[in-house]
């Protein structure tokens, strides 16, 4: 191994008196990020933003029980000796499965009771929101030495210099390991200034909700693959399975919206003249 990249874990800092957990620090954050973009979002379209603001809270905490409820199903194991330690959300364990599931049912359910509230545009805000907040949040699992990779001589792997960590650290103090954290992280970045871009470009409704799918699907399916302690089932985490579901839903739904874009007519002979002498 020619170079890597130091790595130490800082799962808090004392901040005089009070000692500052960094995970919740970094999802609280990512928390008011992606709430901000999407209530911007709302407001610039002229959506009801006090309504919306209701919406964004719900998805915010039923997604935080639903991905620490699957994060504890999941790891049962890791509980059984302090059952109490399912409630420290603090010490990292978040499963994005179970969040992104909640807030289908969550959106769907708004959806119903306002039909007044175009869903594609509602969609298109909340993945603007979420791909920043995630961004944020993945600091929080570098922090706490969370979603760690197997061993490896990838240039960009990350040497680990110690620190208290959520997973073990194949091969400890010193090893080169993928952080699968990281690479998501950096790998949202892009999708964060393409999603900016389209929405700057008042592209049509649903068109964001579609490349945050295909996108972070594909992304999340192949990120997977290196980390180290996810349970797998027929050699896929169950990540793995949603982000399946999340690009065949992102692939159909571009191709409804491209179905439903209607074809320019080509003007006739007399529309031609009548056009050229207005």
């Known amino acids: 191994m020619i170079a890597a990249i130091p790595y130490r874990t800082f799962p808090s800092f004392d901040l005089g008196p009070i000692t500052i957990r960094t995970f919740g620090v970094f999802v609280a954050l990512g928390i008011l990020v992606g709430v901000w973009l999407f209530l911007r979002y709302a ?5 009801d933003p006090d309504l919306l603001s209701r919406l964004a809270w719900q998805v915010i905490v039923l997604g935080i029980v639903g991905s620490r409820v699957l994060f504890v199903i999941t790891n049962w194991s890791s509980f059984e000796d302090d059952p109490l330690s399912v409630f420290a959300l603090w010490e990292g364990g978040l499963q994005f499965s179970g969040s992104f599931l909640i807030s289908i049912v969550v959106i769907w359910w ?23 907040g995630l961004v944020i949040g993945r600091l929080g699992c570098v922090a706490v030495g969370e979603h760690l990779g197997t061993q490896t001589s990838f ?24 952080n699968t954290a990281i690479y998501e992280m950096v790998l ?4 964060v200034a393409l999603l900016w871009w389209m929405q700057r470009r008042r592209v ?13 699907g594909t992304q999340r399916f192949l990120t997977d693959f290196l980390r180290a302690y996810d349970d797998t089932l027929a ?15 992102g692939a159909l739904l571009a191709w409804r919206l491209r179905r439903h874009i209607e074809p320019v007519a080509p003007e ?7 056009a050229a002498e207005s």
């Open 110 to 132: 708004f959806a119903r009771r306002h039909p007044e509230m175009p869903g594609f545009a509602l969609s298109d805000g909340v993945v603007y929101g979420l791909s920043a």
């Open 235 to 249: 050699g896929l985490t169950g990540a793995q399975y949603l982000s399946i579901g999340m690009v065949a839903g």
């Open 188 to 191: 949202l970045l892009p999708l």
């Open 155 to 178: 240039p960009l792997g990350w040497k680990y210099l110690g620190g208290e960590t959520r997973e073990p650290v194949a091969g400890g103090v010193g090893s080169v390991i993928h």
């Open 43 to 47: 407001r610039e379209r002229g959506l």
């Open 268 to 274: 006739t002979g007399a529309e031609a003249d009548l």
């Open 204 to 216: 049509p409704d649903g068109w964001l909700t579609a490349t945050f799918l295909l996108w972070y």
